[in-house]
């Protein structure tokens, strides 16, 4: 394994750019052109940038009422811009993070599981690009899964652990919990207890306030930051808690829960979803819930509503703190959740990596000062919008949107913060373990969503299909109604009886034909009848099969084609 490697601040020159872009040009590659020497290190003109990740956190646990002091300091109100279809591209973890942190999809960055030894080019991710322009870089909190594992090889938790790439500062979460677990502070092993202050988002929230007001004071103040803080709320984690325990739920504070507690939850119209026959194999059987099931989805969903108590404050704490050092014009902040998560959607009691709304969507809140796109940003964009399209944002935002450090599958949303429409057609969810699990499209011109699932066949043990599923967003927004099941029955017995017509038709035709008196004659009568049942049956309008038919081909095709994309070719069809 390689030691991740760190830039000396004063070494980056356009040479030492150059060198890495050719460093991980792979040998299919053309050699990656570094950034405009100008813009790049021209610091000054460079807005800090906060990306602040969730994990597991459902749109259910966001919004202005459950995190009140978020919406205040960044939401529409105060000049924030809601994306209200911000996707999780794919919604598992791992792939997902991976690709905010290279802008590409998992079948370009190599993480289809939860695990950091499957990304490729480890060192080519937005750290290492902000670093190389100038900026002071802190991680705080979880990086991707499996990553201690993978850099030294060591089961156990090493006492030292290498950085990861281009981070000055790390306050790291080796390990999942809320409390009882470790972190790397700068590369050296540390556990957290169980002791009140340990609570890990609080612990969180401390290392990124206090990050950015040694930032603010210290020596590097005149450079700009990148601090990535990946939280562990709403994820489910061991607890003690009398409510908030067992498996899938999170872990919360005394006050938080005091407050949500009791607060009414009120889940949507595919909550338990009564008729699933239209699922796919792999969901077609989940059991309906039963009260008790439903009653643990809600307090489930209550827990995770008082998680993000800690990482509301939080933002506001991160917000003041930017305030108070007069820098808070000179940031771009970005709220997200790696992944959404079911509270008994579709009768799926927990977990996400699925094609359904709920796992794919996730809270997406930008804060981009005017001073930094020319004007002020909507309050609201309807656009979808992925993970992908962080890293390509923010350096867009950092005045190097040209530069091309990965061939970007995501892009770049300044567009949509100007209030223009963003080139782009389509969005791909993919994942695999080994076999592909699922793979979709999302059609944005018709919002509609179309995905196929795999599994290993156990005798051939080879990777089969083994369900489709189509959904028209705008009128089956909660993907009650699989479309496909449309083309099961139906459209056997419309073909069937559209044929036996046209063969009784034919027949008596042809009949007729019989009685004409030369066979030039019974010739030319019978091509004209045969003729005139292909007009007919060219006629007769498309039934609704037959346009699930055609829309299902234009899709696969779509799925098939984006599934080794790179690039442009990801977001629209490229021309010539
Ligand atoms: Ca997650
Ligand atoms: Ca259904």
Redesign the pocket.
């Known amino acids: 394994m390689k030691r991740a490697f760190l830039f000396p601040i004063a070494a980056t020159s356009l040479a030492l750019l150059l060198a890495f872009a050719s460093l991980h040009a792979g040998p299919s590659q053309a050699p990656l052109a570094g950034p405009d020497e100008a813009k790049a290190y021209s610091s000054s003109g460079k807005p800090n940038v906060i990306v602040i990740m969730t994990?597991?956190q459902s749109k259910k646990a966001f919004g202005p009422k459950i995190m009140p002091l978020t919406f205040k300091a960044i939401g529409p109100q105060a000049g924030g811009t809601l994306f209200t279809q911000g996707f999780a591209v794919p919604p598992?973890?791992c792939p997902?993070r991976a690709g905010f942190i290279t802008g590409q999809y998992p079948h370009n960055h190599g993480v289809w599981q939860n695990n950091y030894a499957l990304l490729e080019d480890k060192e080519n991710v937005i750290s290492t690009w902000l670093k190389l322009a100038g900026y002071r870089t802190a991680l705080v909190g979880k990086y991707l899964n499996k990553y201690e594992l993978a850099v030294t090889g060591d089961e156990e938790i090493s006492p030292q652990i290498p950085l990861p790439p281009s981070y000055d500062y790390v306050y790291q979460t080796l390990t999942n919990g809320y409390r009882n677990y470790y972190v790397s502070v700068g590369g050296q092993r540390k556990r957290h207890g169980s002791a009140g202050t340990d609570y890990v988002t609080n612990v969180l929230n401390r290392k990124a306030v206090s990050f950015i007001k040694g930032h603010a004071s210290g020596e590097h103040k005149d450079s700009p930051f990148f601090l990535y803080l990946a939280h562990f709320a709403p994820?489910p984690g061991k607890s003690d808690h009398p409510s908030c325990r067992g498996r899938g739920t999170a872990d919360v504070m005394r006050q938080d829960w005091q407050e949500w507690g009791k607060k009414p939850v009120v889940l949507g119209a595919n909550f338990n979803e009564s008729d699933i026959s239209d699922k796919p194999a792999p969901e077609r059987g989940n059991p309906k819930l039963t009260a008790a099931e439903v009653e643990r989805a809600k307090t489930r969903l209550r827990c995770a509503r008082a998680a993000m108590a800690p990482v509301d404050r939080g933002v506001h704490d991160i917000v003041q703190t930017l305030r108070h050092h007069k820098i808070l014009d000179d940031t771009v902040i970005f709220f997200v959740?790696?992944?959404g998560f079911f509270y008994g959607e579709h009768r799926i009691l927990m977990g996400?990596n699925r094609p359904y709304r709920e796992a794919m969507e996730v809270p997406f809140l930008a804060w981009v000062p005017s001073k930094w796109i020319g004007q002020d940003a909507p309050g609201r964009v309807d656009q979808p919008v992925g993970t992908i399209d962080l890293a390509p944002t923010i350096l867009d935002l950092a005045g190097l949107g040209g530069w091309r450090p990965r061939a970007f599958d995501g892009m770049s949303l300044r567009p949509a913060l100007e209030g223009r429409k963003l080139d782009r057609e389509w969005l791909l969810f993919e994942q695999r373990k080994p076999c592909r699990k699922y793979s979709s499209v999302l059609d944005i011109a018709t919002n509609t969503l179309y995905s196929v699932w795999f599994d290993r066949n156990p005798v051939a043990g080879k990777c089969q299909t083994v369900g489709r599923e189509l959904y028209h967003l705008n009128s089956d927004p909660d993907q009650l109604h699989n479309q496909l099941t449309k083309l099961k029955g139906d459209p056997a017995v419309t073909n069937r009886k559209a044929r036996q017509k046209a063969k009784r038709q034919l027949q008596q035709a042809l009949r007729q034909c019989n009685r004409k008196r030369t066979a030039k004659a019974r010739k030319r009568c019978r091509q004209a009848a045969r003729r005139k049942i292909q007009r007919a049956r060219k006629r007769a309008p498309a039934g609704v099969p037959d346009l699930i038919r055609a829309e299902v081909q234009r899709l696969e095709g779509l799925r098939l084609k984006l599934s080794s994309c790179s690039g442009e070719e990801c977001r629209r069809p490229v021309k010539g």
Request: with cysteine; proline share 0%; charged share 40%.
């Open positions: 994990d597991d598992l973890c997902s994820h959740s790696d992944n996400k």
